[in-house]
């Protein structure tokens, strides 16, 4: 199968362009730079495992008119849309254009192909209350005061939902296909560790091992759920490949310890001890409010949001993983490969991500 991937190069689409190869897919990403980007992507899945060879280029970019795509790509199967920005602090304006205007721009080009879309949006739009609190009318989407929700959420969290809704609405009237996987915080590969400094986990760790989490955020109750990159990408494989898979895939491990038990998992590895006593996430969303505070603890407002006490139904997306034969691997072995792989690279400073 020939498969279009946006967000190729980063940490997910590294994943999965490795998933995809080694399954003799043929991949072709959509890519910014293809002559810088396609060489480096070739090398870092051929160090994953994958076969590099099997990738292929497009110029495009998400914050072009029709993606700056000339002539669109013959023989696809589906469309993996990955691409966005992801950073803390991004100005609506940007977040909109890339995420929201991007994301309609790869919906339009499935449908002029006549391809399936998976679609990777987030866990948090199956936290109704969460999306409730937000603002958003779930059941008429188009009665939502946006502006409201990207003040509430932040620019990053509030583009990919309204992304999300304005997908599914273009979806609906098209008759595109439609999948849409909505993956849990990204923990690192199950065997190697392999994580990001820009991934979210990778900063926990990294508070973590640079003493700056003396507290631990919410309530016993309140976790951060995870999913493993390797799992997710096979997962996301098979919703771009199999036929008729489920419209959604809430990709999360639901064995996630909540966090001040994923924090006592993670602080031998750091040479740390985890911290005991709890900080309510509203007092701590409050302090993070003084200026200079956020970049000094290494922790923005807006990341609060994805530590919650929710709890999730899964079991559509567990059924899915069965019938394809997929095993996520135990949270507890992802929790240790991705604390050790930290500290075996001697500690890399967390990257804030370019807003
Ligand atoms: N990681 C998580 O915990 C998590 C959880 C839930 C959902 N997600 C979603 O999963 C997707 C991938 O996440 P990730 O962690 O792999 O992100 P990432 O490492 O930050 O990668 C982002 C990708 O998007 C591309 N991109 C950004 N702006 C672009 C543009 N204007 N045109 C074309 N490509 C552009 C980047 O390309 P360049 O290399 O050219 O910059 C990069 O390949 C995102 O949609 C994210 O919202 C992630």
């Not at 939502?144 to 990053?156: L, M, P, S």
Request: glycine fraction near 8%; charged fraction near 20%; include cysteine.
């Amino acid at each position: 199968m020939s498969l279009l991937i946006t967000g190729a190069t980063g940490f997910i689409g590294r994943h999965l362009c490795t998933r995809l190869t080694t399954d003799q897919h043929t991949v072709l990403a959509l890519l910014r730079d293809p002559d810088r980007q396609l060489p480096r992507l070739r090398e870092q899945v051929e160090a994953l495992g994958g076969d590099g060879k099997r990738i292929h280029a497009l110029y495009g970019d998400l914050d072009q008119p029709g993606l700056g795509i000339d002539t669109p790509p013959a023989d696809i199967t589906a469309i993996i849309h990955l691409g966005a920005r992801f950073a803390w602090q991004l100005d609506r304006d940007s977040a909109r254009r890339t995420n929201v205007a991007g994301s309609l721009a790869v919906a339009e080009l499935a449908a002029r192909l006549g391809c399936r879309l998976v679609f990777i949006s987030g866990f948090m739009l199956e936290n109704h209350e969460h999306l409730q609190r937000l603002g958003i009318h779930t059941h008429a989407p188009a009665q939502t005061r946006w502006e409201d929700v990207y003040r509430r959420a932040g620019g990053y969290e509030a583009s990919k939902l309204e992304a999300a809704f304005a997908v599914r609405a273009l979806a609906e009237s098209r008759g595109l296909e439609l999948v849409e996987v909505q993956p849990a915080t990204v923990a690192g590969h199950s065997q190697s560790g392999d994580l990001d400094p820009t991934q979210p986990l990778y900063s926990l760790m990294d508070n973590l091992a640079r003493g700056r989490l003396a507290l631990i955020p919410g309530t016993p109750d309140h976790w951060l759920p995870l999913v493993a990159v390797d799992h997710l990408a096979a997962l996301i494989t098979r919703a771009a490949t199999t036929e008729q898979p489920p419209t959604r895939l809430l990709a999360l491990d639901p064995q996630t310890p909540p966090l001040h038990e994923l924090l006592a998992r993670l602080a031998p590895p750091l040479g740390r001890k985890a911290p005991r006593r709890f900080i309510p996430i509203g007092l701590l969303s409050a302090l993070l409010r003084l200026p200079g505070l956020p970049r000094l603890m290494n922790t923005w407002p807006e990341a609060l949001h994805f530590i919650q006490p929710t709890r999730f139904d899964t079991r559509i997306s567990e059924d899915f993983a069965a019938a394809q034969g997929l095993v996520a691997p135990p949270m507890a072995r992802v929790i240790h490969a991705s604390a050790h792989c930290y500290a075996n690279q001697g500690h890399i400073r967390a990257q804030p991500r370019p807003a």
